[in-house]
């Protein structure tokens, strides 16, 4: 499991762990090293500050996204503390909406900042009625939409097969602030993978595996992968998951017209397990 893992969720997936949305955590004070970091007493003070500088933007395209600039000026220590993401598969994304009271569905700062476009409601926040911004923003009433479970997960389950993967967000570790949606146009991806910098999200608790007897070799799979971890094989007319480079997101699978993509723990995958980054 990844050092989350460990050191926030007692040995269990540490976004499955129910003290990490708890308001307590929300209200608590900030360690003096966290505040140095976060430059925030609170992370209620830091939710209000990211509400302000990445999510209104989005919605208004007033004013330029600011906060995106200072995650990335930041160590991937520093991001580890601030404002860290993991990859998740469907699957753990419809436990974790089954644990919070609240889901906001809002425009995504990220797609603001690579395209221009306002209002790309990319973005699920998970209890942000604690954070006080909803009424007190009247010109962002109508981006925001508040959902039931099942209409969070049927959008999200739509997103899975469009091919953007999930990711699960802290806004001061480990304090879940939302899930994500992401593709090529999200800062973080851009961050780390195409202009390599800050490394500010864990790859998931799994890869993916391709089961031979069942794959024709229909490629189909191939266009889903945002890392880049599948390859095909002509000699064998078959596709393959490179272990090394799978991010675990499994969005391969809802493209699969055979049902011939599983996910497994990473730590069952030897080539994989350990590799988080």
Request: hydrophobic share 35%; with cysteine.
């Amino acid at each position: 499991m990844c050092e989350f893992c460990t050191k926030h969720g007692e040995g269990r997936k540490w976004y499955l762990e129910m003290s990490n949305y708890a308001g307590d955590l929300l209200h608590a004070q900030l360690s003096a090293s966290e505040q140095q970091i976060t430059a925030s007493k609170t992370r209620f003070e830091w939710t209000d500050r990211f509400w302000q500088g990445f999510v209104m933007p989005a919605i208004t395209g007033i004013t330029p996204v600011t906060e995106l600039a200072t995650f990335a000026a930041q160590s991937p220590e520093d991001a580890k503390v601030e404002h860290c993401g993991q990859v998740l598969p469907i699957e753990d994304v419809e436990r974790v909406l089954g644990m919070v009271d609240s889901i906001t569905r809002m425009p995504c700062g990220c797609r603001y900042y690579s395209t221009g476009l306002t209002d790309k409601r990319y973005c699920f926040g998970l209890g942000i009625d604690r954070w006080g911004v909803l009424g007190r923003f009247p010109e962002a009433a109508s981006s925001l939409e508040v959902l039931d479970r099942q209409e969070a997960l049927r959008i999200i389950r739509g997103y899975d097969e469009e091919g953007l993967f999930h990711s699960i967000w802290t806004g001061v570790t480990p304090y879940v602030i939302g899930v994500c949606n992401c593709d090529r146009d999200c800062g973080a991806y851009q961050g780390y993978l195409a202009n390599p910098g800050s490394q500010d999200f864990f790859r998931a608790e799994y890869v993916g595996v391709i089961d031979w007897d069942r794959c024709t070799g229909c490629k189909s799979c191939m266009s889903q992968c945002q890392f880049g971890s599948l390859h095909y094989s002509s000699a064998l007319g078959k596709v393959a998951i490179e272990p090394a480079h799978c991010f675990g997101c499994g969005v391969c699978r809802a493209s699969c017209p055979n049902d011939a993509i599983a996910l497994i723990p990473r730590e069952l995958q030897p080539v994989a397990a350990g590799i988080w980054h």
